[in-house]
C-alpha cells in the first residue's frame, strides 16, 4: 500500500497553492477540477511524489494548532531554506534547532494555519541496532552526527 496524495480544504485554494509554489517550489495544476480543486505537486509530477490536493470550502475559517500538526520537508540545508524563507517574508518563529532524534528544523505557518516542518536529517543509521534512542526495531534510525553509540 502507497500513499498516493492527502486532500486538505481552504477558503482560497489558489492563495494556498501559490504559497506552496513561491515558498517550496511545488507545481501547480488546476486542470482537474481547478480553480476548486488544485493539485500540488512536489516532485516530478509521477510515481514517487508527493501530491496535495487543495480543494476548495466557502466555509472553511483558517486556524493554527499548538500540537504538532501539518506536513513535513526535508531538505539538505535547512539552515539555506531558513534564510531563504526569511528572505520572502514568511514569518519564521525560532531559528533552526536540533533536536534529540538528529534532525535540524524550523517550523512556518501556511495561510490556513497549517504547520510546515522544514527538515534535515544530520546523520543516518541503516543499521536500527546502532542507534541508541528509542526507534529499535525501525528500518532507518537518524541522530545527531558525533553523537556516541
Same mark, same amino acid.
Given at each position: 500500500m502507497q500513499l498516493k496524495c492527502v486532500n486538505i480544504v481552504s477558503a482560497d485554494p489558489k492563495r494556498l497553492a501559490e504559497f506552496y509554489r513561491t515558498v517550496l517550489g511545488a507545481s501547480i495544476d488546476e486542470s482537474h477540477g481547478g480553480p476548486h480543486r488544485i /493539485?500540488?505537486? %512536489?516532485? $516530478? @509530477?509521477?510515481?514517487?511524489?508527493?501530491?496535495?490536493?487543495? @480543494?476548495? $470550502? #466557502? /466555509?472553511?475559517? &483558517?486556524? =493554527? %494548532? @499548538?500540537?504538532?500538526? #501539518? %506536513? /513535513? %520537508?526535508?531538505?539538505? $540545508?535547512?539552515? *539555506? /531554506?531558513? +534564510?531563504?524563507?526569511?528572505?520572502? #517574508?514568511?514569518?519564521? +518563529? =525560532? &531559528?533552526? +534547532?536540533?533536536? &534529540?532524534? #538528529? *534532525?535540524?528544523?524550523?517550523n512556518i505557518k501556511d495561510p490556513d494555519g497549517n504547520g510546515v516542518d522544514v527538515v534535515q536529517a544530520l546523520h543516518a543509521w541503516t543499521n536500527a541496532e546502532n542507534h541508541p534512542g528509542a526507534c529499535r526495531g525501525a528500518a532507518l534510525c537518524v541522530i545527531k552526527q558525533g553523537e556516541t553509540r
Open positions: /493539485e500540488i505537486w %512536489f516532485g $516530478d @509530477n509521477r510515481g514517487g511524489t508527493v501530491l496535495l490536493v487543495v @480543494n476548495y $470550502d #466557502g /466555509e472553511y475559517v &483558517p486556524r =493554527e %494548532f @499548538n500540537a504538532c500538526q #501539518g %506536513f /513535513e %520537508f526535508q531538505v539538505p $540545508d535547512v539552515d *539555506y /531554506e531558513y +534564510k531563504r524563507i526569511q528572505a520572502l #517574508g514568511i514569518g519564521v +518563529k =525560532e &531559528p533552526p +534547532k536540533d533536536t &534529540p532524534w #538528529g *534532525y535540524r528544523f524550523f
